[in-house]
């Protein structure tokens, strides 16, 4: 069971990891809101769709991780977080220092991707 201090430092972590992401989405949306750049060679426009095809892919990510940083925020709140879901043993610092946002302890995690390779997802 973490201590006060150590659930202190991990909601300040999500907190700091949250605003991050955020401000970024902030600049992504308002850059591919800004004016449309028209640029007569077809080879530019191809580069400019592709460079924010990969930015869009990026923030779907980033989309995708500020909600398990929601979650994991939540947790805290309601005493549920660093203990693993699936066994609810507690999950170790060091897991939650590297996968602040893990709902699984190591043994778990582990025990679910050789599942996940014998189906071959």
């Known amino acids: 069971m973490l201590k006060k201090k150590q659930l ?10 949250l605003d991050t992401l955020l401000k970024e989405v902030n600049k992504t949306v308002s850059g591919m809101s800004g004016p449309k750049e028209n640029l007569p060679d077809p080879a530019d426009r191809a580069t400019l769709e592709a460079d924010r095809n990969f930015t869009l892919r990026i923030r779907d990510r980033e989309r995708k991780l500020i909600g ?7 947790r805290i709140e309601n005493g549920t977080y ?3 879901e699936s066994c609810e043993e507690d ?4 897991r939650l220092t590297v996968r602040p946002v893990t709902t699984l302890c190591i043994e778990c995690k582990t025990r679910q991707e050789e599942e996940e390779r014998m189906k071959g997802v």
């Open 8 to 17: 202190n430092y991990f909601k300040d972590l999500l907190n700091e990891q």
């Open 68 to 74: 398990k940083i929601k979650d994991a925020l939540e």
């Open 82 to 84: 660093g203990i693993c």
């Open 91 to 94: 999950i170790s610092e060091e």
